[in-house]
C-alpha cells in the first residue's frame, strides 16, 4: 500500500498541530510505503525531494506566502503527478493550493480530506468553502 498526504508545511519546518497529525499518521503507517508534498518555508528554496524519519517529502518551491498560505506553481505542478501511483491520499484541509490543484483535476482519484480546523484569521475566506 502507498500513502500519500498533502499539506502547506511539515516538520521541522513548523512544529503546528496539523503537522503533528500528520506525523501521528506516518508513524501509524512506518510498514508501508509513503511520501508526502508540501511548500518549503522559505521564500527561494528550490524545489526538492527530503527525508525526514524515514518519510519522503517533496518539498515545493514557496513563491510568495497570501493569507498565511504558501503559493508554489510547483506544488499543483507535482501534486498530480505524484499521486498517480497511490492508494490513498490525505489531504490535510486547509490548504488552498490542494483545492487549485483538484479544480485544475492535477488531483484525481480517492482523496480522504483530514477538515483539522476552519480558516481562523482570515474568516472572509471561509465563504469560499460554504458550498
Same mark, same amino acid.
Given at each position: 500500500?502507498?500513502? /500519500?498526504?498533502?499539506?502547506?508545511?511539515?516538520?521541522?519546518?513548523?512544529? =503546528? =498541530?496539523?503537522?503533528?497529525?500528520?506525523?501521528?499518521?506516518? %508513524?501509524? /503507517?512506518?510498514?508501508?510505503?509513503?511520501?508526502?508534498?508540501?511548500?518549503?518555508?522559505?521564500? =527561494?528554496?528550490?524545489?526538492?525531494?527530503?527525508?525526514?524519519?524515514?518519510?519522503? @517529502?517533496?518539498?515545493?518551491?514557496?513563491?510568495?506566502? @497570501?493569507?498565511?498560505?504558501?503559493?508554489?506553481?510547483? /506544488?499543483?505542478?507535482? %501534486?498530480?503527478?505524484?499521486?498517480?501511483?497511490?492508494?490513498?491520499?490525505?489531504?490535510? /484541509?486547509?490548504?488552498?493550493?490542494?483545492?487549485?490543484?483538484?479544480?485544475?483535476?492535477?488531483?484525481?482519484?480517492?482523496?480522504?480530506?483530514?477538515?483539522?480546523?476552519?480558516? =481562523?484569521?482570515?474568516?472572509?475566506?471561509?465563504?469560499?468553502?460554504?458550498?
Amino acid at each position: 500500500m502507498k500513502i /500519500f498526504q498533502m499539506f502547506k508545511i511539515y516538520w521541522p519546518d513548523n512544529a =503546528g =498541530g496539523i503537522a503533528k497529525v500528520m506525523e501521528d499518521v506516518s %508513524a501509524s /503507517f512506518r510498514s508501508v510505503n509513503q511520501s508526502m508534498i508540501v511548500c518549503r518555508a522559505k521564500k =527561494g528554496e528550490k524545489t526538492g525531494w527530503d527525508n525526514y524519519q524515514g518519510i519522503k @517529502v517533496l518539498r515545493c518551491r514557496q513563491l510568495v506566502d @497570501v493569507f498565511s498560505t504558501p503559493v508554489s506553481i510547483d /506544488f499543483i505542478r507535482y %501534486a498530480g503527478h505524484c499521486i498517480k501511483s497511490e492508494d490513498i491520499v490525505i489531504y490535510h /484541509f486547509p490548504y488552498p493550493m490542494v483545492d487549485l490543484a483538484i479544480c485544475m483535476r492535477q488531483i484525481q482519484g480517492r482523496l480522504i480530506v483530514w477538515w483539522h480546523c476552519d480558516i =481562523g484569521n482570515h474568516r472572509f475566506l471561509m465563504q469560499i468553502y460554504k458550498k
